[in-house]
């Protein structure tokens, strides 16, 4: 019997569990029995196509898929960030190519959130709070996926963003983005739209990078606290990285995903409502 964030887990020899103890700098890291690790490399997959397709990196898909597996809180928000890392990325490219891309409306939030999500990931907070924190984020991404518009904003002209407003909200997001392990974009892309600042697509491309630079700066915080760990397994990683390809591509020049959020929306609040009912 193994304990895993309170959660007692039995290895059964038949089962070809590959479950080894590894001593690394963050505690004692788990790795997932094969049958397990499939089935998260397929969500994480499918969650990755989903965030992608509208410019965002999955932090917030991926902490869900990762709470219905009793991952350490340490462990979740690292390995989160680092996939943010990747999809964002590819997300980000692929609006550049499509010319959705505006720097000029992207540096105001950017310059603010970069320390603020560093001063973020250095923050150390107790269990309770940060499942709470995550549950918090969860069922509001969920909200957002779930009500997005269906159309319109895409012929919303880009305005100018008054940097009295733009920092200051970029540096709350990035505080907030830093201590739970997200990269920030489900936050900043609704302001986006509801304050009519872009279009839905230059939204998008605005958010990825935002949500790259965010996520990079809180993984610095983490190793400056001593917490990173880059213990993630390989086949998680290479499914992130398909699942973006595929959802950048298609979020960039072809649909919207409406629906497909919607049904993300639902396993956001199921997960969210796990995580409130397991401090409970």
């Known amino acids: ?68 597996f009793a991952v350490s809180p340490e ?6 960030l680092m996939l943010n890392v990747l999809v964002a990325g590819l997300a980000t490219w692929s609006y550049y190519r499509a010319k959705h891309l505006s720097m000029k409306l992207a540096w105001p939030f ?27 984020v969860l069922v509001f991404a969920a909200f957002r996926l779930a009500f997005s518009s269906r159309a319109g904003g895409d012929q919303a002209a880009e305005k100018s963003v008054n940097p009295r407003i733009s920092l200051p909200v970029g540096a709350g997001i990035g505080v ?24 839905v697509k230059q939204t998008a491309a605005v958010s990825a990078l935002f949500i790259v630079v965010n996520s990079l700066a809180g993984l610095g915080g983490r190793v400056l606290r001593g917490s990173f760990d880059m213990s993630t397994s390989i086949p ?20 919207s995903g409406f629906v497909l959020r919607r049904i993300l929306g639902i396993v956001l609040v199921i997960a969210a409502f796990k995580l409130i009912v397991t401090m409970v």
């Open 110 to 136: 950017i310059l603010a959130s970069i320390p603020a999500a560093f001063v973020g990931g250095t923050i150390r907070i107790s269990e309770k709070t940060y499942f709470l924190l995550l549950a918090l």
């Open 1 to 68: 019997m193994l304990l895993l964030s309170g959660c007692p887990l039995t290895i059964r020899g038949h089962d070809r569990v590959f479950v080894k103890r590894v001593l690394t700098k963050g505690g004692l890291v788990l790795d997932f029995a094969f049958p397990t690790l499939l089935h998260v490399c397929l969500l994480i997959f499918f969650v990755a196509i989903l965030y992608s397709s509208v410019g965002h990196g999955g932090a917030s898909g991926y902490l869900a898929v990762l709470s219905f």
């Open 75 to 80: 462990k979740m928000s690292t390995t989160a």
């Open 176 to 199: 907030l983005s830093g201590i739970v392990g997200v990269g920030g974009g489900i936050f900043l892309s609704p302001i986006m739209l509801l304050m009519k600042w872009a279009s």
């Open 236 to 255: 998680i990683v290479v499914a992130a990285f398909a699942g973006g390809l595929i959802g950048s591509y298609f979020g960039a020049s072809k649909f």
